[in-house]
């Protein structure tokens, strides 16, 4: 009896450190669990219940371990047995979703996996982590605590890998179990034309133009940036999706590609032959002083000065590069550029001998005897010679001779006079004569009667010039 009794105390006390053992005695939980004074455990949250109104767009809430899933208002929850069963509550919902796929039978339904990682759920709603969904045996938190399970508890959820989930169009089932989205790009399984570009979308892909086109009916065509608002500073090109700015002649594109900045083509690549000036757009040349541009508006050409007027010198013009000069005959020299002016040999530099007078004429000199007479004549001024009344000889000759010397300028118009000469009455009945004695073998000199002054006389020239 006493053996008995001691055997079924034993039982009792293992059955008791059994039970001890299986009690978690921690306060603090993961999230989605609070923690269950009476049951010293920690219990999942009702989120559907606490939570106002926790899923949007007429979804229904459907709690779940650690979370809650937001699904379509017509699904079912199937079990392992795949029967379809009507949502059971949120209380009964927990045991059975946790191995349960969510099912829409409508288009575009969503299925969940109850051993999915945590994620969004194709259209609305949350997937609970999968250590809180599948209901492992150990489960670690942010806080590092550990809740031990009864085997035997029917909440936990055996893990079922090969089990199988309907996706809704557009995703598939990836190897964890969950929804994931079909790049319809990538695998080529698009429609788009070739002429578009696929671009993938979640649960879904759109065909879209490249940049630089739009979409007219079924085709991308180009867009014409060229007649839009402006792109370019000046000049717009249009090319199959795209465009480029040029700029005019004389301008250059700046590094913004837009801009039309001047160039300095004085600066880059000097044409002119003499002077060049930059001016917007362009350029242009001129020349020195003296030249003249020539008809390609870059070179220089000199300046006949000489061909474009007469009256630049007073003698002759010698036309050189960029400017011209002025010559004069010999014996003058040039005054004031253009001016010829007579050089007097009898103040500089001479031949004449001691007993000869200079005599400066236009262009020249001449030595003149000192003593012009000759016998019977006596000098008595400088250019006087008189014959003496007491000397018979002079009778029959003139009484006095007066050597005059002048220059006579040439290149005169003729017929011209040059001097006049005129005697006086000295003595009553005295006939006055008037003749060239010598220098007129020519015949290029003439005397004329003066106009009513019978005792004068003009010396004149009949030449072509003097």
């Known amino acids: 009896m006493l053996k008995a009794l001691f055997l079924t105390m034993l039982t009792l006390a293992l059955v008791k450190s059994q039970d001890t053992e299986e009690t978690i005695t921690y306060t603090q ?75 829409s039978g409508a288009a575009g339904g969503v299925g969940a996996s109850g051993m999915a990682s945590s994620g969004v759920v194709p259209g609305t709603g949350y997937v609970a982590s999968a250590a809180a969904v599948a209901g492992p045996e150990v489960q670690t938190g942010r806080n590092n605590f550990v809740i031990r399970r009864n085997p035997a508890d029917p909440q936990r959820i055996p893990s079922n890998p090969s089990h199988r989930i309907q996706c809704a169009t557009g995703y598939e089932q990836s190897e964890h179990n969950i929804c994931q989205d079909i790049d319809e790009c990538t695998a080529g399984t698009h429609n788009c034309r070739a002429d578009q570009v696929c671009i993938n979308l979640r649960g879904s892909f759109a065909c879209q ?15 014409d940036e060229c007649t839009m608002p402006p792109y370019c500073h000046q000049r717009c090109v249009n090319t199959p999706g795209s465009f480029y700015c040029q700029c005019s002649p004389g301008f250059q594109l700046a590094a913004n590609n837009y801009t039309c900045v001047d ?18 757009g ?39 590069p960029g400017k011209f000069s002025c010559m004069c005959p010999q014996g003058y020299q040039v005054v004031r550029g253009r001016t010829c002016q007579d050089i007097n040999e009898c103040e500089t530099t001479n031949e004449c001998r001691e007993d000869e007078m200079c005599w400066n004429y236009h262009g020249g000199f001449r030595c003149y005897p000192r003593n012009p007479c000759q016998d019977p004549y006596v000098l008595t001024s400088e250019n006087r010679c008189v014959c003496p009344v007491s000397n018979a000889v002079c009778r029959e000759l003139p009484q006095s001779i007066v050597y005059k010397y002048m220059s006579i300028r040439s290149d005169r118009s003729v017929p011209s006079d040059i001097f006049q000469i005129q005697a006086t009455t000295i003595y009553a009945n005295t006939i006055n004569t008037f003749q060239i004695k010598a220098g007129n073998e020519n015949g290029e000199f003439y005397l004329r009667d003066k106009i009513k002054k019978p005792l004068g006389s003009w010396l004149s020239s009949t030449a072509n010039k003097l």
């Open 29 to 103: 939980c993961t999230d989605g669990y609070e923690w269950d004074p009476v049951r010293q455990q920690c219990k999942d949250i009702d989120e559907c219940d606490i939570v106002p109104d926790a899923c949007k767009g007429g979804m229904k809430c459907v709690n779940h371990y650690g979370g809650y899933l937001c699904l379509p208002k017509t699904a079912q929850i199937i079990v392992n047995n795949e029967q379809p069963q009507q949502e059971t509550p949120a209380a009964e919902t927990v045991g059975a979703a946790a191995n349960a796929v969510a099912t």
């Open 209 to 223: 133009c490249p940049p630089g086109y739009q979409k007219r009916g079924e085709q991308c065509v180009d867009i």
């Open 263 to 280: 160039i300095n083509e004085c600066d880059a690549s000097n044409q002119c032959a003499q002077q060049c000036y930059n001016i917007l």
């Open 282 to 320: 362009s350029f242009i040349c001129q020349c020195n002083q003296g030249y003249e541009l020539s008809s390609d508006r870059l070179n220089c050409e000199d300046i006949d000065e000489c061909r474009t007027s007469s009256y630049l010198c007073q003698y002759q013009c010698v036309n050189e």
